[in-house]
């Protein structure tokens, strides 16, 4: 079965508690809806800085979660000096450090993740598409710089678009577009 | 059967005469040699150039050849504004525009491209192999952000260190490290 690719940048979700302390009293504003119901990119950016250097204008997703969590490449890790694990969304064990700078304070903590290639599924979609009971799948992808991604994780929400995300490595390596069409292989 | 990785930074390769334009009389000096034989990388460095940013700080790999090429990977692409297709080396049909800045002058022309993944080999490592007659194989990729990567040229030259050679790009989103172990496979 066929989905389509979103390729997401270096971006970072904060908790109520980090906003405050990195933007003060102003609130998160939103810039644009993404593909997935309910979420945004805001207008607000951060710089995040690791060991060796910094990036500047880093977008925050709202909502506001749970969770700080930073998520950058591979390619992001060796230029900022970070030594970030790949992991599914929400799990912080032995995340890499960095330190996220706004305009009214910062904050220090192991936030940062390499993001694991995931596909976003609901039960609707698992139903339709005979998903159900699977935690992950591999992605063929066609083109002079195709190939088969492995480990790609079925990522549940209540209400989700069906749609993979890679990381800009990923993305870059197998040069792949936003919205490009690829094939959903079940693994053995 | 198995080979190893080497990971290839952005690098550049010259003509005399695109090497005389951008240094003047001073000659290219060795830095150190690379596994392929006879191939070095120098002490001497560029700047590339495309229609939005430059790098600086690429080097230049030995010895002088009948082609000047500047390779580089998508991530660089985008970065620098130049729009490079994936070629063999020395296939400069349809090559990104790019300026190459030394300390003595500059040159600009057609000559980007992100190569493509290739494997070094020579008659005899065809033979020791079974890979006689081979164009291209594809590579099988452990680890967590593992999985097949397809369209891998076999490269010939007169003496070949057995070496998969692939660009950052496909190494970071791979997690691929320098001598990392890999599987060929013999594509249908």
Chains 1, 2 share one sequence.
Do not use: W
């Amino acid at each position: 079965m066929k989905t389509n690719v979103g390729i997401s940048n270096r971006h970072v979700h904060l908790t109520n508690e980090d906003y405050q302390k990195l933007f003060g009293d102003i609130s998160l504003t939103k810039r644009n809806d993404l593909t997935q119901p309910g979420m945004y990119a805001c207008n607000e950016t951060v710089t995040i800085k690791g060991e060796k250097r910094s990036i500047e204008g880093v977008r925050i997703l709202g909502p506001l979660r749970n969770y700080t969590q930073v998520e950058i490449s591979k390619t992001d890790c060796f230029y900022l000096g970070i030594d970030a694990p790949v992991r599914n969304s929400g799990e912080l064990d032995g995340a890499g450090k960095v330190t996220i700078i706004g305009p009214h304070g910062e904050v220090t903590k192991e936030a940062a993740i390499i993001a694991a290639r995931h596909i976003h599924v609901d039960k609707n979609i698992r139903k339709e598409h005979n998903l159900e009971g699977i935690k992950k799948v591999s992605v063929k992808i066609l083109g002079e710089k195709g190939g088969i991604i492995e480990n790609v994780y079925l990522k549940d929400s209540d209400i989700a678009y069906f749609e993979l995300h890679l990381d800009t490595d990923d993305g870059n390596a197998h040069l792949l577009n936003q919205g490009d069409e690829v094939e959903i292989i079940l693994e053995k």
